[in-house]
């Protein structure tokens, strides 16, 4: 029962990705869908989720609290991404695609697989811990991984302390991600109608950054999607070298063993949905970035009992 459970977010991804396919062949989703789901994405549900999720979860108190612990997931996926850029330059990942590669090298999933993967695993009391992993995940996607991404396309060549590099990293997702910590440390709290309506907005996000995957895949094409020397080198960030890096920085910096079991976990789940939206937003290789994150779905499925085995 517990592998059936821990696989399961993994199987609702792919059953989305699959419905956005076929939709796509369909005629259902156009060529306007491929449009209207990034921005409707990136600049509504996104920044909404963020500050529900954050604004309803900790208090000033918790937040607090926890904090020190984050200190372990900010290094390890720094690490990480070290590592992703070595590797990148190595394997020779044209610039098109090297930003698309690296972001989806040392971020993960860390809410929608995430979540319910632990939650089967350790139960109830590994949420906190999901959450304080979710923190200096979504940030750092919002800042190194987008600051990447757009190196690909409409910022390729600019320098990192630039200001149009500023100006794209504090997207509205990072600001709202932003914003919401520094209210929740200054003790305010959401409205209930705010409350309601930021859930609401904000459970957009998943479903559409799926479907949106399916779309792009129809796009490409089934046969675009293969295991080359790329992909080989992404599931060996995305499924080892991040739960190491994990297990490395807790080795000098000690924290409780299921903190530290649940950030092993977080660190070695799929590479993020929204990669190929913010591609598609940045005039990046979507196809490329749709059909990586998909890969490390299905890789996710071999993973994930392997984890559960070695924890």
């Given at each position: 029962m517990p592998f059936f459970q821990a696989i399961q977010g993994v199987i609702v991804i792919l059953i989305i990705v699959v419905l956005g396919y076929l939709l796509t062949r369909k005629g259902w989703l156009d060529a306007g869908a491929q449009t209207l789901f990034p921005r409707l994405i990136n600049y509504v549900a996104l920044p909404a989720y963020a500050t529900w999720n954050l604004m309803t979860t900790f208090d000033r108190?918790?937040?607090l609290a926890v904090l020190p612990g984050m200190l372990v997931p900010l290094l390890a996926m720094l690490l990480s991404f070290a590592v992703g850029c070595t590797l990148s330059r190595l394997l020779a990942i044209p610039r098109g695609r090297r930003g698309a590669w690296r972001s989806m090298f040392f971020v993960s999933s860390s809410i929608f697989v995430g979540l319910p993967v632990n939650v089967a695993l350790f139960g109830e009391s590994s949420i906190p811990y999901v959450l304080l992993?979710?923190?200096?995940?979504?940030?750092?996607?919002?800042?190194?991984?987008?600051?990447?991404?757009?190196t690909d396309g409409e910022l390729a060549g600019t320098p990192v302390l630039s200001l149009a590099t500023v100006k794209n990293m504090f997207s509205p997702p990072l600001t709202a991600f932003t914003l919401a910590t520094a209210l929740v440390l200054l003790g305010a709290t959401l409205p209930p109608v705010l409350a309601s309506t930021f859930k609401n907005l904000g459970a957009m996000t998943v479903p559409l950054s799926l479907l949106f995957i399916g779309m792009v895949i129809h796009a490409a094409g089934l046969k675009s999607i293969r295991l080359d020397k790329d992909s080989a080198f992404l599931l060996l960030g995305r499924f080892v070298i991040s739960p190491l890096s994990v297990i490395v920085v807790a080795y000098f910096i000690p924290i409780p063993a299921l903190m530290r079991n649940v950030f092993i976990i977080q660190a070695a789940m799929p590479a993020m949905a929204q990669t190929s939206i913010v591609a598609r937003l940045y005039g990046a290789d979507t196809r490329y970035a749709a059909v990586q994150t998909s890969l490390t779905v299905v890789a996710s499925l071999l993973a994930i009992p392997i984890l559960m085995t070695l924890l």
């Amino acid at each position: 029962m517990p592998f059936f459970q821990a696989i399961q977010g993994v199987i609702v991804i792919l059953i989305i990705v699959v419905l956005g396919y076929l939709l796509t062949r369909k005629g259902w989703l156009d060529a306007g869908a491929q449009t209207l789901f990034p921005r409707l994405i990136n600049y509504v549900a996104l920044p909404a989720y963020a500050t529900w999720n954050l604004m309803t979860t900790f208090d000033r108190d918790k937040l607090l609290a926890v904090l020190p612990g984050m200190l372990v997931p900010l290094l390890a996926m720094l690490l990480s991404f070290a590592v992703g850029c070595t590797l990148s330059r190595l394997l020779a990942i044209p610039r098109g695609r090297r930003g698309a590669w690296r972001s989806m090298f040392f971020v993960s999933s860390s809410i929608f697989v995430g979540l319910p993967v632990n939650v089967a695993l350790f139960g109830e009391s590994s949420i906190p811990y999901v959450l304080l992993y979710f923190l200096p995940n979504a940030f750092l996607f919002w800042s190194l991984g987008v600051y990447s991404i757009s190196t690909d396309g409409e910022l390729a060549g600019t320098p990192v302390l630039s200001l149009a590099t500023v100006k794209n990293m504090f997207s509205p997702p990072l600001t709202a991600f932003t914003l919401a910590t520094a209210l929740v440390l200054l003790g305010a709290t959401l409205p209930p109608v705010l409350a309601s309506t930021f859930k609401n907005l904000g459970a957009m996000t998943v479903p559409l950054s799926l479907l949106f995957i399916g779309m792009v895949i129809h796009a490409a094409g089934l046969k675009s999607i293969r295991l080359d020397k790329d992909s080989a080198f992404l599931l060996l960030g995305r499924f080892v070298i991040s739960p190491l890096s994990v297990i490395v920085v807790a080795y000098f910096i000690p924290i409780p063993a299921l903190m530290r079991n649940v950030f092993i976990i977080q660190a070695a789940m799929p590479a993020m949905a929204q990669t190929s939206i913010v591609a598609r937003l940045y005039g990046a290789d979507t196809r490329y970035a749709a059909v990586q994150t998909s890969l490390t779905v299905v890789a996710s499925l071999l993973a994930i009992p392997i984890l559960m085995t070695l924890l």
